[in-house]
Structure formats: structure tokens, C-alpha cells
């Protein structure tokens, strides 16, 4: 993130790690909350505050589906001789 009053020239919101987008949404945020930005520069920032959420949605709704899976997977396993008649 550039100082405050520089264009957000950061890397594709894509490529980022959950880490990644979420420390730099914090960062994004605290700007905005400062105020002192131009408006075409808060706006940028909205927007790539909107596209960070987002991505770390993502990843959350990702690591929510892994967590569903592997738990399916370990109550399939681990199934009661009850079950099985």
C-alpha cells in the first residue's frame, strides 16, 4: 500500500493469500476511516476495499467447504457396525 494521497497501485486481487487480502483490506480501511483522500482516490479505494472482502470470502467459503468435506469423510470412516446392516 502507497502513502496516503498515492493511487493504490497493489498486485491483482486474485493472486493474493487470505493473509495477503485481508491485511491489506485493514490498511484500506484505516484510510478510508482517516479520511483526507480526494474523492476519486477514496472511491479506488472503496473498490478495491469491495474486491479484498471478497476474496477473503472466497477463501473463508473455500476452507468452510475443505472443513465440511473432511469431516464427512471422517464420520464416513469411522460409521458404526449399526450402520453397515
Known sequence: MTDAGEPVTSPDVASLSYEQARDELVQVVGRLEA?????????????????????CQEWLDGARERLAAA??????????PEDAE
Not at 35 to 55: C, I, K, Q
Not at 71 to 80: E, F, I, P, V
Open 35 to 55: 479520511g483526507g483522500e480526494p474523492l476519486e482516490a477514496s472511491l479506488a479505494l472503496w473498490e478495491r476495499g469491495e474486491a479484498l472482502a471478497a476474496r
Open 71 to 80: 469431516q464427512n469423510a471422517s464420520t464416513a470412516a469411522a460409521g458404526s
